[in-house]
């Protein structure tokens, strides 16, 4: 059964509209990551399923039980819809130590003092800061913070957590550690978790299901492998991974083949949202997807080393021809001066400019 | 369980009823031909008719035209210098000068005014010391003039802190920009800062000008033997004009008086916004290089020290003298008349030993309780999406449109009006709920600034973990602005304790405060009493500014 259900939310701030009419679901035990850029109205679809903001249409239903219904008037207010909500900036209560943040929700249940402590306690030890209850959170360091508004969203066990941004506070070098912690965190136990986040190798790593957000609207839903793998439109195919754009020329477009015309050569390859024949059209593919082939062949075109930069454990080449620029990694250097480079046909999509 | 909208909708609720009752009070009152309570009074135009035939209002409010416009053009100029000074300029002594410069705003102003009085009157201390050596007094204290020019420095504070606080909030990188491009520093001063920073300055002249139009303690002392009146103080004489108590005549100019102050402050709101988007596109605030004086590092700081002596030196020692003298006057040797009897003489006079318990007591206990309704208030509007905020808003304006005089009188017919209310009118009670609706914008703003300030995720994450609104309010936002809301306490006992105008018509046996019982005993010619008390409660007040200063409480909200 679905735990969560979200069906055609919309919500408005004034004449501005927010969200035009987004459903999803969340299965129990997946974990859902909300993708788009700023603006997208990822950040204040959480806020609609937390009760923080409110909608003006729409459903969103938990386990059965309905939070919100635009057309019967239900509304309910954050504090009974019972669900845990890991804010970006964490907001722990500086007033409060790290064992009554985690508390507190607690005894708003009426929990009693000795069961508060120990459930406290295995809240905390279950994610490795058992021994930090005493301080305040202003001593802590950012990774432990995200920790404890873990432990304070977890703690009253919340049928769905909420989790707005929550690697984006860490540097760097801990948001891997901490992206691969949470996701064992949620699959150890066995939660429900809509996760919002604008970088799209976090939703891949973090989510089973991806929703791509783009302007209020649902841009594509899948798994990662589908998102990245199988892009639906243009704004899908860019924004989930590092690309070229070949600027051309749509020419027979039919089914599950369409064939882009770059300068003077035939580039075949696979449609992406609406194209046509005749129209302008863009050529998309990922950097990892080109490489440099032997000779003249289908789907290759002539171009000019311009640049290698040297990233470590890789390189990246850019070639140029005329006004079109590719970039893609070679595992080595290679000679300066022309080459053919192969798009691979199955990675190529024809999308309209 | 009380609903957090139930609470909202009963604060706005008595909030409404204790600033519309006054106002309502005297609208109706003006339309009678005699006092509310006389039985068989009838509705009539004819104080309105009076009034607007009495040539005496019109003079007054020329004066005070004349008296605020010109209090404008001295602090103005003046508070913008002292606040490029302190703000951008590496003058000498800045943690000194910051402080002092806010003195004058804690400073009653009937003090002030006695102070002028006793060292630069007819036979003040400065003045015959001056008579001695030239043979005349080139000045007079009695003068429209004095009275604008007195004003003018004493408002220069205001002007500084909204200008300094426009200032601060400039980004360093706005300035630096300009330097880079090539301007020197007196030209970014001009070209840069000073636009950006103009529509807090324009802020600040109206509100003066607004301020102007309150006056009452420097008229009132400075204007009077000369029979200069402004509308304050013609309000003031009125009780006396016909011999009987003229309450419609009062009511009518108490409206008059509300309705030159409701578009000033109207416009001051409008002001205020239109500034704090100018706020919102500040760059970085970055410590930034003072401006470097060179050789004019001393002359400036002896310009701000000149001006904090003329506006609190001079009066305060003066009236410091006075108080510890028997007599003064051309050829008192000081030796010979140094006297400590004005205090023993005040520790005979009950009412002065009253009006100084009450001063403070409405000061520390009243201060917290009116913190407390501010604080109400304040909660019951945080962050209401709601339209009823916009009512809030005008509500709390209301008070700001009635100076302490006319909040006074209006809280005296309010209780005489109300039966239930009348046990309380000779009591403390009704000069603590004039003070507290008459501060209510101010205090209001302090509190609910407090709390603006607390992140609004910390109060949503206390409604996700599923707390409701009023458990929110009561673990989350209350105990983080608990520092704001003691600071607040610290500024309101301030004010409490230097307040004077409001207290007047309200006072009696129980309702003593010195304010009002120092302008009450200035009348009668006890100057030896009125120093005595004066030097109390500036003793008062200093205590309070080094509460202040020591809890490191920002002298502006």
């Known amino acids: ?353 | 369980m009380l609903r957090f909208a139930t609470f909202r909708f009963a604060v706005l609720a008595i909030m409404a009823s204790a600033v519309i009752a006054p106002i309502g009070l005297i609208i109706y009152q003006s339309f009678l031909d005699g006092p509310f309570f006389t039985p068989n009074v009838k509705w009539t135009l004819e104080a309105y008719q009076f009034v607007i035939e009495d040539d005496e209002f019109w003079d007054a409010l020329r004066t005070s035209i004349i008296v605020a416009g010109g209090m404008t053009a001295i602090a103005v100029p003046l508070g913008v210098i002292l606040a490029f000074l302190l703000a951008r300029t590496d003058v000498p002594g800045k943690w000194i000068l910051e402080p002092l410069v806010l003195v004058p705003i804690f400073m009653s102003a009937v003090v002030l005014a006695f102070g002028y009085v006793v060292a630069l009157g007819p036979v003040g201390i400065f003045s015959t010391f001056v008579k001695g050596m030239i043979g005349t007094v080139p000045w007079s204290i009695y003068s429209v003039t004095a009275i604008t020019i007195i004003a003018g420095l004493t408002h220069v504070p205001h002007v500084y802190l909204y200008t300094s606080a426009a200032l601060q909030n400039l980004g360093a990188d706005l300035e630096e920009a300009a330097r880079t491009t090539g301007a020197s520093p007196l030209r970014v001063a001009v070209t840069v800062s000073l636009p950006m920073v103009t529509p807090a300055v324009l802020y600040a002249a109206v509100l003066i000008f607004f301020l102007g139009f309150e006056l009452f303690g420097l008229p009132l002392v400075l204007g009077d033997p000369k029979g200069v009146l402004v509308l304050a103080t013609y309000l003031y004489k009125l009780t006396n004009k016909l011999g009987v108590p003229s309450y419609q005549l009062m009511a009518v100019v108490v409206v008059a008086i509300i309705l030159i102050a409701i578009p000033l402050v109207y416009l001051q709101r409008l002001l205020l916004s239109q500034s704090n988007k100018y706020v919102s596109v500040r760059g970085k605030a970055a410590k930034r290089a003072p401006l470097r004086l060179g050789a004019l590092r001393w002359p400036a700081f002896g310009l701000i020290i000149l001006w904090f002596v003329v506006t609190v030196g001079i009066p305060v020692f003066g009236i410091l003298l006075r108080s510890f003298v028997t007599t003064w006057g051309e050829g008192v040797r000081l030796s010979e008349v140094l006297t400590l009897s004005h205090y023993r003489d005040l520790v005979d006079y009950p009412n002065a030993m009253h009006a100084i318990v009450n001063t403070i007591l409405i000061g520390v206990i009243g201060g917290g309780l009116a913190v407390a309704c501010y604080t109400a208030v304040s909660l019951a509007m945080h962050r209401w999406r709601s339209g009823w905020t916009r009512l809030a808003d005008y509500l709390v304006m209301i008070p700001r449109a009635m100076p302490g005089l006319v909040a006074g009188l209006a809280m005296l017919w309010l209780f005489l009006f109300l039966p239930p209310l009348q046990p309380l009118r000779a009591t403390l009670f009704s000069v603590w709920l004039a003070y507290t609706i008459v501060w209510l914008a101010y205090g209001t703003r302090l509190v609910a600034g407090t709390m603006l300030q607390i992140g609004p995720e910390l109060e949503e994450a206390g409604r996700s973990v599923g707390a409701t609104a009023g458990r929110v309010a009561r673990d989350v936002t209350v105990p983080l602005a608990r520092s704001g809301m003691i600071a607040a306490w610290v500024l309101i006992f301030l004010i409490f304790a230097r307040e004077y105008s409001t207290g007047i018509y309200l006072l009696g046996p129980g309702t003593e405060v010195i304010g009002s019982l120092m302008v009450s005993l200035w009348g009668t010619g006890a100057i030896d009493l009125v120093s005595a008390l004066a030097v109390i409660n500036i003793v008062i007040i200093s205590v309070g500014l080094g509460l202040a200063l020591r809890l490191g409480v920002r002298l502006h909200g």
């Open chain 1, 1 to 353: 059964m679905a735990d969560l259900v979200i069906d055609n939310i919309k919500l408005s701030y004034g004449s501005v509209d927010i969200l035009k009419g987004v459903s999803m679901t969340l299965e129990k035990g997946q974990i859902v990551a909300l993708l788009g850029p700023s603006g997208s109205g990822k950040t204040t679809l959480l806020r609609c399923v937390a009760g923080l903001e409110e909608p003006y249409a729409g459903r969103i239903v938990i386990a059965g039980k309905t939070l919100f219904d635009g057309a019967k008037g239900i509304n309910l207010p954050p504090e009974e819809r019972g669900l845990g909500l890991v804010f970006q900036s964490y907001a722990l209560w500086p007033h409060k130590t790290v064992f009554d943040n985690v508390a507190y929700p607690l005894k708003l249940r009426g929990v009693s003092g000795a069961d508060v402590k120990t459930r406290v306690a295995k809240a905390l030890e279950s994610i490795g800061i058992g021994h930090l209850g005493a301080r305040f959170p202003h001593q802590l360091s950012g990774g432990q913070q995200q920790r404890v508004a873990l432990a304070r969203a977890l703690v009253y066990e919340p049928p769905v957590i909420l989790l707005d941004e929550p690697l984006s506070n860490l540097d760097a070098k801990l948001r891997e550690e901490a992206r691969v912690w949470l996701r064992q965190l949620i699959s150890e136990l066995g939660l429900s978790a809509l996760c919002v986040t604008h970088d799209q190798v976090e939703a891949m790593a973090m989510a089973d299901r991806i929703l791509l957000l783009n302007g209020g609207v649902v841009e594509q839903q899948g798994t990662p492998e589908e998102m990245y793998g199988r892009p639906a439109t243009l704004f899908a195919a860019e924004f989930m991974g590092a690309n070229n754009r070949l600027p051309g020329k749509a020419v027979s477009v039919s089914g599950d083949a369409a064939t882009l015309v770059v300068g003077d050569t035939r580039l075949d390859g696979l449609p992406c949202g609406p194209v046509q024949e005749g129209d302008n059209a863009l050529g998309i593919v990922r950097l990892e997807q080109v490489r440099v082939a032997e000779g003249p062949g289908p789907n290759r075109l002539r171009m000019t080393l311009t640049a290698e930069m040297y990233l470590g454990e890789r390189y990246e080449l850019l070639f140029k021809r005329d006004d079109v620029t590719v970039r893609i990694f070679s595992p080595t250097r290679i000679a300066g001066g022309e080459h053919w480079l192969e798009f691979p046909r199955s990675a190529f999509w024809v999308c309209k400019a």
